[in-house]
Nanobody, 122 residues
């Protein structure tokens, strides 16, 4: 069983940056695809980014491409999401997920974190 905890959310002005961390415990994530998703209350959870088990493959939603970067450190059992040029429409709860399958933009993951709030003010 894998537990995921996200860190790094907060309030930032438009144009600013934040770096989210997702720390896994309970089992190594080194063989898992990892994903980032976000959700505004009352709307569907949407795909943000995904990274393959060794970090060589990544995928991003069109809305964040060129602004967000995901990376991982398997030795630390941690995945990161570096967000730059943030916009008010990036405001959401951001979730980390582990052990995904299907296409890289799939929402099919076994393990999910509790989420961290990111708020971008205009």
């Amino acid at each position: 069983q894998v537990q995921l905890v996200e860190f790094g959310g907060g309030l930032v002005q438009a144009g600013g940056s934040l770096k989210l961390s997702c720390i896994a415990s309970g089992a190594p994530i080194s063989t898992y695809r990892m994903g980032w998703f976000r959700q505004v209350p009352g709307t569907e959870r949407e795909f943000v980014a995904a990274i393959g088990w060794n970090g060589d493959s990544t995928a991003y939603a069109d809305s964040v491409k060129g602004r967000f970067t995901t990376s991982r450190d398997n030795a630390l059992n941690t995945v990161f999401l570096h967000m730059t040029s943030l916009k008010p429409e990036d405001t959401a709860i951001y979730y980390c997920a582990a052990n995904g399958w299907g296409s890289f933009a799939s929402k099919e993951y076994v393990y999910w974190g509790q989420g961290t709030q990111v708020t971008v003010s205009s």
